[in-house]
T-cell receptor
């Protein structure tokens, strides 16, 4: 079973509207949570990285929240633009010292389509 | 442009063959990571090198191997290729060991096994 679940699987929104993507995880012990944006045919681009002590982080029109108690994160996109059409991937890292990178868990992604 | 260069962009080969994928990290980055992205599996971490040494290992098959050279470029070797190895292979880099640092991804090598 995947330890990182994202919802919805896909989303269509009108240009200018806001949307929120969800990420629930069971990875433990928790080290950090990342959100990536991946355009079709391109490599992922890092949007935010949050550690246990951070509960919100913004990058332009993207705002990520983290509730480490409930193991939930969200990514909010404000005033969507056509260029926001992409897959958004949630990645959670476990805190296991030097081996922590071996424990990266990836969500399946949410495909966002912004229409004019 | 992330500054990470991957070559080749596309590779088509047959089952049983061996291929080498190459990655040049961003200037100044010491860590290189390899990922596999297939349609049914999503993005999976394969292996990380830091300053020439293996740092962490993920879901990398025994048929696959990697190394990082003194000039910090890295190669991923895939051998005895199977149809299921068809995927996008991404390389990423970061400055240090990468725990809480952003990783910068290349645009990948698309491997197709016929």
């Amino acid at each position: 079973k995947n330890q990182v679940e994202q919802s919805p699987q896909s989303l269509i929104i009108l240009e200018g509207k806001n949307c929120t993507l969800q990420c629930n995880y069971t990875v433990s012990p928790f080290s950090n949570l990342r959100w990536y944006k991946q355009d079709t045919g391109r490599g992922p681009v890092s949007l935010t990285i949050m550690t246990f002590s951070e509960n919100t982080k913004s990058n332009g029109r993207y705002t990520a929240t983290l509730d480490a108690d409930t193991k939930q994160s969200s990514l909010h996109i404000t005033a969507s633009q056509l260029s926001d059409s992409a897959s958004y991937i949630c990645v959670v890292s476990a805190l296991l010292g030097d081996d922590s990178w071996g424990k990266l868990q990836f969500g399946a992604g949410t495909q966002v389509v912004v229409t004019p | 442009d992330s500054g990470v260069t991957q070559t080749p962009k596309h590779l088509i080969t047959a089952t049983g063959q061996r291929v080498t994928l190459r990655c040049s990290p961003r200037s100044g980055d010491l860590s290189v990571y390899w990922y596999q992205q297939s349609l049914d599996q999503g993005l999976q971490f394969l292996i990380q090198y830091y300053n020439g040494e293996e740092r962490a290992k993920g879901n990398i098959l025994e048929r696959f191997s990697a190394q990082q050279f003194p000039d910090l470029h890295s190669e991923l070797n895939l051998s005895s290729l199977e149809l299921g190895d068809s995927a996008l292979y991404f390389c990423a880099s970061s400055k240090g060991t990468g725990e809480n640092q952003p990783q910068h991804f290349g645009d990948g090598t698309r491997l197709s096994i016929l």
